[in-house]
């Protein structure tokens, strides 16, 4: 059973960066496509960012290309998500997300097999 739990989160001023991390068991990341969703209060959960289980390809949501980074630590079994320039519209709970069959890029909530507990992202103005 695979298990995800994020951290990382927390209050930053509008221009700041955190770096969020999701801890991963019962999969390994190097095998297994992984992706980033947030929820902001009265939206729908949408996609973020997403990491191929190659590792070798990336895809990120319009909004946030440019400034946020998707990256895994296949030693500490991680994927992180390094988030520079954060804009008050970044504010949400940030979700790490397994593919539902590994192969699978989620970029889509169809795709998701595993969900984490979620964590707070709150940027200031």
């Known amino acids: 059973q695979v298990q995800l739990v994020e951290s990382g989160g927390g209050l930053v001023q509008a221009g700041g960066s955190l770096r969020l991390s999701c801890a991963v068991t019962g999969r390994t990341v190097s095998s297994y496509s992984m992706g980033w969703f947030r929820q902001a209060p009265g939206k729908e959960r949408e996609f973020v960012a997403a990491?191929?289980?190659?590792?070798?390809?990336?895809y990120y949501a319009d909004s946030v290309k440019g400034r946020l980074t998707i990256s895994r630590n296949n030693g500490k079994n991680t994927v992180d998500l390094q988030m520079n320039s954060l804009k008050p519209e970044d504010t949400a709970v940030y979700y790490c997300?397994?593919?539902?069959?590994?192969?699978?890029?989620?970029?889509?909530?169809?795709?998701?097999?595993?969900w984490g507990q979620g964590t707070q992202v709150t940027v200031s103005s």
């Open positions: 990491i191929s289980w190659s590792g070798g390809y990336t």
């Open positions: 997300a397994s593919s539902r069959n590994g192969i699978e890029i989620p970029k889509s909530l169809s795709a998701v097999g595993s």
